[in-house]
């Protein structure tokens, strides 16, 4: 399994960006992917899952403002982050759980300038 996120970049406050996660190696359209981030000095956290059917689930910090969507048949996640605040500040990555492990994909840095 294979998971590459990328889109990351710099913005200032109250701007957008789209992350995307493409996945190799499963199948795709059944398992449930999430994303999660970092923030410096931080823990990771989770910010988004969605599952095979499209049903999502967000962190209270993000709804509203981030939406999580994929397409199973190009295998992609995607993130639409809006109103980007300093907080969301992290390293972001695409995660699944399949085979009985977890899998990340390498992150992608967001950095929101105040």
């Known amino acids: 399994v294979q998971l590459q996120a990328y889109g990351g970049g710099l913005v200032q406050a109250g701007g957008s960006l789209r992350l995307s996660c493409a996945a190799r190696g499963l199948n795709f359209k059944i398992y449930t992917m999430k994303w999660y981030r970092q923030p410096p000095g931080k823990q990771r956290e989770l910010v988004a899952s969605?599952?095979?059917?499209?049903?999502?689930d967000y962190v209270d910090a993000v709804k509203g403002r981030f939406t999580i969507s994929r397409d199973n048949v190009r295998r992609n996640l995607y993130l639409d982050m809006n109103s980007l605040e300093s907080e969301d500040t992290a390293v972001y990555y695409c995660?699944?759980?399949?085979?009985?492990?977890?899998?990340w994909g390498r992150g992608t840095e967001v950095t929101v300038s105040s």
């Open positions: 969605i599952t095979g059917e499209g049903s999502t």
């Open positions: 995660n699944v759980g399949a085979y009985l492990r977890d899998f």
